[in-house]
């Protein structure tokens, strides 16, 4: 199928938000444009090693993806369910326990590479009569005729859609071009991010030590049909800009023994790591996610610091309740640019983004601080949040996405959420 140069939609970026936003609005009455000029991979072109960047996806993700009709392909590429959270202070005594059988559910989450994800909700969208893909990316935003935007893409061409959505992750050009404002935390940290073979099986748990530097996580993968998949973890480790150079250099022995150190010897020795990436750490958030025509979503509206695992499971419901919203301005007879309908997207989404980063940048300063008050302080906070199962359970239910206005699509039904 080919598209006019006037899409009803025009979805910039391919990530997972764009993706999400996509799927959710396959075989709707509206014709759909998605740009990325580059083009989610296909398995037979990944390489050998697991995909360094992985998320951590909370049910309300899963009953999306389900709804979506692209879990299945997930969970048959790689997947790894956990069903125990251990968190705990690398400078004190505090440790905090997470079990999905405390909330009466099988598990609290699964580790997916984003390539897999990526690549089947691709495939859903592929698959989707009302929406075409082209691998493109936008160049420029010019103003159109009668308000509306015109955009130059890539190959020179133009388009004018009715409205256009911002997916295209955390240095957005469609939000640096039309000037949306954003508040910007720079933390001069980044994080490392590998996979690594331990002695020890993981036991299916997600485990975050907190160090001075910042968060060390060892999130647990599998590899469907291999042994040594249940001692295989994703690692994100988070250090100082002035550590990071001085970690890159060190030869793989090296880093192993520093690594397992860092991490207590949790999982015995680490006796293998892939290459490792290192990702800055910022956080961003607009200050407004619509103007006349647009929306952002995903990490172009918003960056949160890894040590949630938050952040493209807040992308995925930006994605959820703006096509709930576009449906319901189907239904309604409204003209998809109707500001009251990116209104009500706004509205929905942004309070819950901004309570979640602000939570986060509260635990990032309680476990960055090296006071002696504030760390007894945390000592004991986690402990006793420990003992206290109806606090406890509203962490964990704030983990697994199950709260707060949720879409549609993120429903719980489809996963044992509670
Ligand atoms: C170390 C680390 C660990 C993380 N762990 C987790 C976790 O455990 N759980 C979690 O939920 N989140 C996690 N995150 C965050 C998560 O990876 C991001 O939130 C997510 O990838 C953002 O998806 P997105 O689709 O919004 O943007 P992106 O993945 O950045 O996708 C944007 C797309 O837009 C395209 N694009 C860019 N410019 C243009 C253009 N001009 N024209 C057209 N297309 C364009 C790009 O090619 C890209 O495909 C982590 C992040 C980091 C750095």
Redesign the pocket.
């Known amino acids: 199928m080919t598209l006019s140069s006037q899409p009803d939609l025009l979805i910039?970026?391919?990530?997972?938000?764009?993706l999400t936003l996509a799927a959710a609005l396959a075989d709707q009455p509206l014709s759909i444009l998605v740009?990325?000029?580059?083009v989610p991979a296909a398995p037979q072109q990944w390489p050998d090693h697991f995909d360094p960047?992985?998320?951590?996806l909370t049910h309300a993700s899963e009953n999306i993806l389900r709804r979506l009709g692209a879990w299945d392909a997930i969970a048959n590429t790689r997947v790894a369910p956990f069903a125990h959270m251990d968190v705990w202070d690398g400078d004190g005594t505090g440790n905090i326990q997470f079990h999905a059988n405390e909330a009466g559910a099988e598990h609290l989450g699964h580790i997916v590479e984003?390539r897999v994800t990526t690549h089947a909700l691709f495939q859903r969208v592929q698959g989707a009569a009302n929406i075409e893909f082209r691998a493109l990316?936008?160049e420029k935003i010019l103003e159109g005729e009668m308000g509306g935007w015109r955009i130059q893409l890539s190959d020179g061409s133009d388009i004018t859609p009715t409205l256009m959505i911002g997916?295209?992750?955390?240095r957005s050009?469609v939000r640096d071009q039309l000037g949306f404002r954003c508040r910007t935390w720079a933390y001069g940290q980044s994080?490392i991010?590998t996979t690594v073979t331990t002695e020890k099986p993981h036991g299916d748990t997600a485990r975050q030590v907190f160090l001075e530097s910042g968060p060390l996580a060892f999130l647990p993968l599998r590899e469907q049909s291999n042994q040594r998949g249940a001692c295989l973890s994703s690692i994100?480790w988070t250090l100082n800009d002035d550590q990071l150079k001085a970690k890159l250099a060190l030869t793989d022995a090296d880093f192993c023994q520093q690594l397992e150190r860092a991490f207590e010897q949790r999982l015995g020795k680490v006796v293998h790591a892939d290459p490792r990436f290192a990702?800055p750490l910022v956080q961003n958030h607009a200050v407004d996610y619509i103007q006349p025509g647009v929306a952002l979503i995903?990490?172009?509206a918003h960056t949160i610091h890894?040590l949630a695992?938050?952040?493209?499971?807040l992308?995925f419901l930006d994605a959820a309740v703006l096509a709930e919203e576009i449906q319901r301005a189907l239904g309604h007879e409204l003209p998809l640019d109707d500001f009251s309908v990116l209104r009500r997207y706004q509205r929905r989404r942004k309070p819950h983004n901004l309570m979640l980063m602000s939570t986060m940048e509260g635990f990032k300063r309680l476990f960055g601080a090296d006071i002696p008050p504030l760390r007894v302080a945390r000592n004991v906070g986690m402990s006793f949040f420990n003992r206290h199962s109806l606090i406890k359970g509203q962490i964990m239910a704030r983990a697994m996405g199950m709260e707060g206005d949720l879409p549609q699509l993120a429903q719980p039904g489809l996963v044992a959420d509670f």
Not at 13 to 18: D, I, K, N, S
């Open positions: 910039v970026g391919a990530g997972m938000a764009g740009i990325d000029p580059n960047r992985v998320s951590a984003n990316g936008l997916a295209d992750g955390g050009r994080a991010v994100v990702f995903g990490d172009a890894p695992g938050q952040g493209i499971n992308g």
